[in-house]
């Protein structure tokens, strides 16, 4: 069956025009005037951009002693609520878990999902095994290595093991990824708060001030530079770390710096709500920051020296964040954000002006395609494309609740704000999945992406590893006088 939208203005990274767009068996088949085909959707007065690609997400993902609440099922849902057709994951190895076991147990989680994915291999520990399986991942299209330099004891990798993965990450053409908070100055700062008797949501984000990102920022871009992996640093939430990717970028060197919806709209002042609630409902890592941080992260967007906009979409309800009423290290980390994230980029962003809806379309869709290896058939309004696509209402309006909501959990931390700017559709591979509000999605619909080597930006970050690659040096005698 063909479907064609009709009456609206294409948006895409670079070009705003007028034009229909003609959808056969799941792919963009044709963009022009006067198109028709047998399902007619309606644009007028809409804009047509590529559905957005939310590439971090943590659905299912055991944590902190749970499973974020969220599944593949109801978090796709969420994601095509939003305008969102596309999700990259996590697959965590276990502590001497093999890399393809992992990728098997991801795969069981995603076979409910609505909407396309695909994952990215963390890598939680190092040996051999681990060194072996990359290249078999690689192998599968997951071409994206994460890690966290915090979360000691669990997740959190030292420098040796970053080292070595980077080089391995180079060799294999494939991007690196970080988390990036000085996981030891965290478990001190936590310490000594517990210890000094500060237990509240509050002391979170206290335990975890901004030095803490901006010097594990730094670090993991030098140590990229030295094992020549091109780095994505996710969740950039202040200056700091926004400065060391901005410095890195003028270098020349292969940095992208990712801002989570959350960070740039909701600030600290969350944390020092009465209501315990309230505020351990908003427990994330790197923390929400002051309007300083916020200002630096829109002036990025805008700037270009931040590249896409996520939501680390890792959803807990209040009885799992209950775990930490009395220790605010046991409140498990993570906020949700799948289904606002487009709404609310497009209240605070395009709304006051602050971005253009081209800017729009590049950083929560196209700019995210290209890193992560799989433009141009995710991330583009182009023939041969898939039908991914969002038909962009910009005088749609509402006020996000929790009880309207597609995820799984009992709040939202958005609640109560109004956006304007909503789907009208939503589209899955030509399937249409939202229509003004409405779900039609599948539940199963959503495939694996098997995604590229990112070849032309794996080349060394700077001239260091060129200067650096050891040459053995030829002499022709000990010199005499010993030096
Ligand atoms: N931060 C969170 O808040 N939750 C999941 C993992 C992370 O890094
Ligand atoms: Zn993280
Ligand atoms: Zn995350
Ligand atoms: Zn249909």
Same mark, same amino acid.
């Given at each position: 069956m063909s479907t064609v939208i009709k009456g609206g203005t294409i948006v895409t990274h670079d070009l705003t025009y007028k034009a229909d767009v003609l959808i056969e068996g799941g792919k963009i088949a044709a963009i022009g005037p006067s198109l028709s085909g047998a399902e007619v959707l309606d644009a007028t007065g809409c804009y047509i951009m590529p559905?957005?690609?939310?590439?971090?997400?943590?659905?299912?993902?055991?944590?902190?002693?749970?499973?974020?609440?969220?599944?593949?099922?109801?978090?796709?849902?969420?994601?095509?609520?939003?305008?969102?057709?596309?999700?990259?994951?996590?697959?965590?190895?276990?502590?001497?878990?093999?890399?393809?076991?992992?990728?098997?147990?991801?795969?069981?989680?995603?076979?409910?999902?609505?909407?396309?994915?695909?994952?990215?291999?963390?890598?939680?520990?190092?040996?051999?095994?681990?060194?072996?399986?990359?290249?078999?991942?690689?192998?599968?299209?997951?071409?994206?290595?994460?890690?966290?330099?915090?979360?000691?004891?669990?997740?959190?990798?030292?420098?040796?093991?970053?080292?070595?993965s980077f080089q391995r990450v180079h060799d294999l053409g494939a991007i690196a990824m970080v988390h990036a908070e000085n996981g030891d100055v965290v478990a001190e700062m936590s310490a000594r708060l517990l210890a000094e008797g500060n237990t509240g949501p509050e =002391?979170? &984000?206290?335990?975890?001030?901004?030095?803490?990102?901006? @010097?594990?920022?730094?670090? #993991? $871009?030098?140590? %990229?530079?030295? =094992?020549? &992996?091109?780095?994505?640093?996710?969740?950039?939430?202040? @200056?700091?770390?926004?400065? #060391? $990717?901005?410095? %890195?970028?003028?270098?020349?060197?292969?940095?992208?710096?990712?801002?989570?919806?959350?960070?740039?709209?909701?600030?600290?002042?969350?944390?020092?709500?009465?209501?315990?609630?309230?505020?351990?409902?908003?427990?994330?890592?790197?923390?929400?920051?002051?309007?300083?941080?916020?200002?630096?992260?829109?002036?990025?967007?805008?700037?270009?020296?931040?590249?896409?906009?996520?939501?680390?979409?890792?959803?807990?309800?209040?009885?799992?964040?209950?775990?930490?009423?009395?220790?605010?290290?046991k409140i498990p980390n993570g906020t949700g954000g799948?289904?606002?994230?487009?709404?609310?980029?497009?209240?605070?962003?395009?709304?006051?002006?602050?971005?253009?809806?081209?800017?729009?379309?590049?950083?929560?869709?196209?700019?995210?395609?290209?890193?992560?290896g799989m433009y141009p058939r995710k991330g583009a309004v182009a023939v041969g494309s898939d039908a991914d696509l969002v038909v962009w209402d910009p005088e749609k309006e509402k006020v996000i609740t929790a009880g309207a909501q597609q995820s799984a959990i009992d709040y939202n931390v958005f609640e109560g704000k109004s956006v304007k700017g909503l789907p009208r559709f939503t589209l899955s591979r030509g399937h249409v999945a939202v229509h003004d509000g409405e779900m039609r999605s599948q539940e199963g619909h959503g495939k694996f992406v098997a995604r590229e080597p990112n070849g032309a930006v794996n080349r060394a970050l700077s001239q260091w590893k060129e200067l650096t690659a050891p040459r053995p040096v030829k002499r022709s005698g000990i010199p005499a006088s010993g030096v």
């Open positions: 559905g957005g690609i939310d590439p971090h997400t943590h659905l299912e993902m055991p944590f902190m002693g749970t499973y974020s609440t969220d599944n593949f099922e109801s978090g796709t849902r969420a994601a095509l609520a939003g305008g969102t057709t596309m999700v990259i994951d996590f697959a965590l190895p276990a502590p001497g878990q093999g890399l393809l076991d992992a990728l098997d147990m991801w795969h069981n989680k995603s076979g409910r999902a609505h909407c396309d994915y695909s994952y990215h291999m963390a890598i939680t520990w190092w040996g051999e095994k681990v060194f072996d399986d990359m290249a078999k991942v690689v192998d599968k299209g997951i071409t994206s290595f994460k890690h966290f330099l915090a979360y000691k004891g669990a997740l959190m990798v030292n420098d040796d093991e970053l080292y070595s =002391a979170h &984000a206290y335990s975890r001030p901004t030095q803490v990102e901006g @010097e594990a920022t730094n670090r #993991a $871009i030098m140590i %990229a530079d030295m =094992a020549g &992996a091109p780095l994505y640093v996710v969740h950039t939430s202040c @200056e700091e770390s926004h400065e #060391a $990717i901005r410095r %890195a970028r003028q270098q020349g060197k292969r940095v992208w710096g990712e801002p989570l919806i959350q960070h740039l709209t909701l600030d600290e002042s969350e944390y020092f709500n009465p209501d315990w609630d309230h505020a351990a409902r908003r427990v994330m890592s790197p923390p929400f920051r002051n309007k300083m941080h916020q200002d630096s992260l829109w002036a990025g967007l805008s700037a270009g020296s931040l590249s896409v906009v996520a939501t680390d979409h890792c959803a807990f309800s209040t009885e799992q964040k209950r775990f930490g009423v009395g220790d605010f290290t799948l289904e606002d994230r487009m709404p609310m980029l497009w209240t605070y962003g395009v709304n006051t002006g602050r971005i253009t809806m081209n800017e729009f379309v590049a950083t929560t869709s196209t700019n995210a395609a290209k890193i992560f």
